[in-house]
């Protein structure tokens, strides 16, 4: 896998799976010059118009942006790796990153998912589901350590700390 592997496309949430997602990148970019792109999806809910304004969901996107971006930085220095972020506004998460991977011609998707219980079923998410059934590409799903109140992401608290950057393509 690793020596066809161009574009990695990470999916960000700003919960601690982020962290180990784009570490796992990380390994397979060492010392490769390939495109690493970290995707944070803002759902918009059916009720509201696809473009709504939605500050405080965009300004949170933004900051887990940030962060993932800072600490992808940190690991990928002065190894050829060329990091961008995305933004993006979409009524569901899974479709909006299987059309970017898609316009990217993405290699590989590497994005971490918590185990959750539906009606007594143990599985993955909706979105989850829906990028293993429909990427264009390989997947690569990191079950995060279950771990009670582990929810928050040090990627979170650096991005609205630091400052970096902006949202939206860079480079």
Do not use: W
């Amino acid at each position: 896998m690793q020596d066809r592997v161009k574009r990695i496309v990470v999916p960000v949430n700003g919960l601690r799976g982020d962290e180990r997602a784009i570490r796992v990148a990380a390994q397979i970019a060492d010392r490769k010059a390939i495109e690493l792109t970290l995707i944070h999806v803002v759902e918009v809910k059916q009720f509201l118009p696809l473009d709504a304004e939605l500050p405080g969901e965009v300004e949170r996107g933004e900051a887990i942006l940030r962060g993932a971006t800072t600490f992808a930085d940190g690991l990928l220095a002065g190894k050829g790796v060329h990091v961008e972020s995305e933004l993006l506004q979409a009524r569901m998460a899974g479709t909006a990153l299987v059309d970017e991977a898609t316009e990217r011609q993405c290699d590989l998707i590497i994005m971490a998912t918590r185990l959750r219980t539906h009606h007594g079923r143990v599985g993955v998410g909706e979105t989850t589901r829906y990028v293993l059934q429909s990427a264009p590409c390989e997947v690569m799903i990191l079950r995060q350590a279950i771990e009670e109140g582990d929810d928050q992401s040090l990627l979170a608290i650096a991005g609205a700390s630091i400052g970096v950057g902006s949202s939206g393509r860079t480079g």
